[in-house]
């Protein structure tokens, strides 16, 4: 069984800062890529990083400059640093991340966290 579980959303004003973390955990060999995702009510699940075993990250447009990806491999946990915060920012951040269970194989399966709530208020 392998879990992912995110910490750190809550209210924050605009202009404010959140650290999000994600700690996986359960039977892991290891995790090739690991990112943080948002979904604002009424709105589609959205890509907002992505950070790779080799450390190459990607962001959406709409954070760049903002927030940071970043992940400790001993620890299995990512982290999504989450500065000058917009009104635009809120919604349900989720954790996902690609993970092997054994040596043996070829693609590794994708697991999501159950999400934490990032509002900002204006």
């Known amino acids: 069984q392998v879990q992912l579980v995110e910490s750190g959303g809550g209210l924050v004003q605009a202009g404010g800062s959140l650290r999000l973390s994600c700690a996986a955990s359960g039977s892991i060999f290891s995790i090739n890529v690991m990112g943080w995702y948002h979904q604002a009510p009424g709105k589609q699940r959205e890509l907002v990083a992505v950070?790779?075993?080799?450390?190459?990250?990607k962001y959406a447009d709409s954070v760049k400059g903002r927030f940071t990806i970043s992940r400790d491999n001993a620890k299995n946990t990512v982290y999504l640093q989450m500065n000058s915060l917009k009104p635009e920012d809120t919604a349900v951040y989720y954790c996902?991340?690609?993970?092997?269970?054994?040596?043996?194989?070829?693609?590794?399966?994708?697991?999501w966290g159950k999400g934490t709530l990032v509002t900002v208020s204006s």
């Open positions: 996902n991340a690609m993970i092997f269970t054994t040596p043996y194989s070829l693609h590794g399966m994708d697991y």
């Open positions: 950070i790779n075993s080799g450390g190459s990250t």
